[in-house]
């Protein structure tokens, strides 16, 4: 025994197995994130953090920090990436995520304003560019308008208007045919222009029918 | 200028979506939003997805033991005028009557003095009642699975729907039911299982003496008769040292005390007090109307031979029960094994023609020594149609005599001989079961087997004599049976008809009349 002892080494520890390399594709990302690697996460999140917060913004109207809603998006992804059929359809699954978080959001403010809780809008400083005040008042009244709409309107103005989207994204990613998506922004136009007429700030924005001036 | 209209409008969102992208533009996001994410995604637990199947089977188990509890909820009951012992023992005061009543409508109502206990069953099927003192008066609601029961002393009386006083003076070990309505089996003491009360009867029974008599009733009581038993009984209670061997109309006649052994006693009306068949002494014929369970007998030569008794000299001999089983009705016994007592000694069977099958009893051997169920004689099966020719032609033809029905029959003696001299002089079956012309028969020893009298649309309860059976009774005519007393066996049909169908009937007693 002595002398086993006295010929035992050291050896060094053994290294860690190299981590596999990560496949930044949305259907590499998806898989990985599937089997629970947190480095896969962390990749959609750097991919898709800014369009999240992007949609989430311009759905709600400028106002306070939003991190809470888009904190509130990424875990609902995240909890439900098993539910994405089609691994490359990622960007469109983030867009649908973030387009309902922001409509239940909006609803639950809309509950607030009018049990009280808070006022109705929240528009603090608008970060608009400096020097462009009429901008900024034109900002303030169009999400009044949208604030009437529903919070399925306001979701397809977003995405389409907004957000620039492609009839068949904007479908997509409201869980509707691409006819039904095209009836109902149809409608949606004709609902906003109709109401336009009344915000003399957004008339004198946009202009005469169909000859609105650029900014 | 429609479709330029329109551009315009799209164009004009197109501006405004414009004017929001430039008013909410989008801001990178901050580099501690991810370790939020990252630590709430650490946090968090199994997804409800997943533990959906959980969910579902412990909301289902939550939901059945729910349900359960909601339908095992026994019935509600209001006692008023009662009070509530610690040990859960009710009582009555001296000075008014309790009642409790029941949410199903049934109502017991217990007189002053009176202590009793209240088990409630689960699923509100109903009460048992413990009567530890005292006099109850019971009307209780028939309701299809419900299970009534009083329990006094060693008695036990189980109810279905029906109206009866029950009365129970521990003290002195005697034991009254009354019926008034329906009918309830009796059990306990000297009494035999199951046996049965109808209304208008009175059981009495003392347990010291280890007897009981059932007592017949011309008309069902009345209250104010009640009210006087009532009476009588605490003025007996009160003097239990007086007791007589028999008293006329009391409501508990004394009985002098007989040997050890159950023995079953006879009643008269209440016109006709009871009366202890004594006890057996050997060398001696055996009275005519037979004991539960006695072996079969030849009837006294007369009535002068009456038995001696076993009671001391002393006590005052009853009259002779060949008298009064004459001058009273008797319920005939159904025994365990089909044996018939106290009347008939005979045993009980099923006989069929050859269209008729059996759900019950459904061997051969079962029908051929029918036993009671609860005690009632019963049967239930099917019965094809009648195969007819010549329909609706004088001369149609059916087979009559092979498809004939099913019949629950029992022999007058346990010899299979004719009655004898101790023949009733008419006999009433009670019965029930589905609607149906029912026919009553009876054969007379050392006719053929075919030829039979009867009554046709025999209804349950109707007291009949001989000279109403008929050999044709379907035409109303032929033979008249002069008597029972050379009828060996009676039996009651449930007839075969044009189309088939299911049967099921029970004969639930029979009464023998003078």
């Known amino acids: 025994m002595g002398i086993a002892l006295s010929t035992m080494v050291v050896l060094p520890p053994l290294p860690e197995p190299a981590a596999p390399e990560l496949d930044d594709s949305d259907v590499g990302l998806v898989r990985a994130a599937r089997a629970g690697d947190r480095r896969a996460c962390f990749a959609i999140w750097s991919k898709y953090a800014a369009l999240v917060r992007r949609l989430v913004c311009r759905f709600l109207g400028p106002g306070p920090d939003y991190a809470d809603v888009c904190q509130e998006v990424f875990l609902r992804i995240f909890k439900r990436l098993d539910e994405l059929r089609e691994p490359a359809a990622l960007r469109g699954f983030v867009v649908s995520i973030s387009l309902g978080v922001a409509r239940n959001e909006s609803r639950r403010r809309r509950i607030r304003a009018i049990v009280g809780l808070v006022p109705d809008e929240i528009f603090p400083a608008a970060p608009t560019p400096p020097g462009q005040d009429e901008a900024r008042e034109a900002a303030r009244a169009l999400y009044r308008l949208l604030g009437t709409l529903s919070a399925e309107d306001r979701s397809l103005f977003v995405a389409r208007f907004i957000e620039k989207m492609e009839l068949i994204e904007v479908a997509a990613a409201h869980g509707m045919s691409p006819s039904t998506a095209k009836r109902r922004l149809a409608r949606l136009v004709v609902r906003v222009n109709t109401r336009l007429q009344s915000s003399p700030v957004l008339m004198e924005y946009v202009g005469p029918l169909g000859q609105g001036r650029d900014l | ?514």
């Not at chain 2, 033979?479 to 009651?492: C, R």
């Open chain 2, 1 to 514: 200028m429609k479709d330029k209209r329109e551009a315009s409008a799209e164009l004009n969102c197109q501006r405004l979506g414009d004017l929001a992208g430039l008013a909410a533009p989008a801001e990178a996001p901050s580099p501690g939003a991810w370790a939020e994410i990252a630590h709430r995604l650490d946090q968090r637990g199994p997804s409800l997805r997943r533990l959906w199947p959980a969910l579902a089977v412990a909301s289902l188990v939550v939901l059945c033991t729910a349900g359960y509890l909601v339908v095992r909820r026994p019935l509600g009951y209001r006692v008023v005028d009662c009070t509530l012992a610690a040990d859960g023992v009710f009582a009555t005061t001296s000075m008014r009557e309790g009642t409790i009543a029941f949410d199903d409508g049934s109502r017991i109502s217990v007189e002053q003095d009176a202590r009793f206990r209240l088990g409630m069953l689960p699923f509100g099927h109903g009460s048992d009642i413990r009567l530890e003192e005292g006099d109850a008066h019971l009307a209780v609601v028939h309701r299809p699975g419900a299970r009534w029961s009083v329990q006094a002393g060693p008695f036990h009386i189980d109810v279905t729907g029906t109206r009866f006083d029950v009365r129970w003076a521990r003290q002195l070990g005697r034991f009254q039911v009354t019926m008034l309505e329906g009918e309830v089996l009796v059990a306990g003491g000297a009494i035999p299982p199951a046996t049965h009360l109808r209304a208008g009867q009175t059981l009495r029974a003392d347990l010291r003496a280890s007897s009981f008599a059932i007592a017949n009733a011309q008309s069902p009581p009345t209250a104010a008769t009640r009210a006087g038993a009532t009476d009588s009984a605490k003025a007996s209670s009160a003097e239990p040292a007086k007791q007589a061997p028999v008293a006329p109309r009391a409501p508990h006649p004394a009985l002098p005390p007989i040997s050890s052994r159950k023995r079953t006693e006879l009643a008269a009306c209440d016109e006709h007090p009871a009366a202890t068949i004594p006890e057996q002494v050997p060398g001696k014929p055996e009275p005519p109307w037979p004991t539960p369970g006695a072996p079969t007998r030849e009837p006294p030569a007369a009535n002068s031979t009456a038995p001696q008794t076993s009671t001391p000299p002393a006590s005052p001999t009853p009259p002779l029960p060949t008298v009064v089983a004459k001058a009273a009705s008797v319920h005939v016994i159904f025994g365990e094994s089909g044996q018939l007592a106290n009347g008939f000694t005979g045993e009980a069977s099923v006989e069929s023609g050859d269209g008729t099958s059996f759900s019950t009893p459904a061997s051969w051997d079962a029908r051929a020594h029918l036993r009671p169920e609860a005690g009632q004689l019963c049967a239930s099966g099917t019965v094809s149609g009648l195969v007819c020719v010549n329909e609706n032609l004088p001369k149609m033809h059916c087979n009559w005599d092979r498809n004939w029905g099913v019949a629950i029959g029992w022999y007058a003696r346990a010899d299979h001989k004719a009655w004898g001299d101790g023949a009733a002089g008419g006999l009433a079956v009670e019965f029930h079961g589905r609607s149906a012309s029912y026919r009553l028969n009876a054969h007379r020893k050392g006719d053929p087997k075919e030829k039979i009298y009867c009554i046709d649309n025999y209804k349950s309860g109707q007291t009949v004599r001989p000279s109403m059976f008929k050999s044709e009774c379907w035409f109303d005519k032929g033979d008249t049976l002069p008597d029972f007393q050379q009828v060996d066996f009676f039996n009651l049909q449930f007839s075969s008809g044009m189309s088939y169908v299911a049967f099921r009937y029970c004969v639930s007693g029979i009464t023998l009349l003078p």
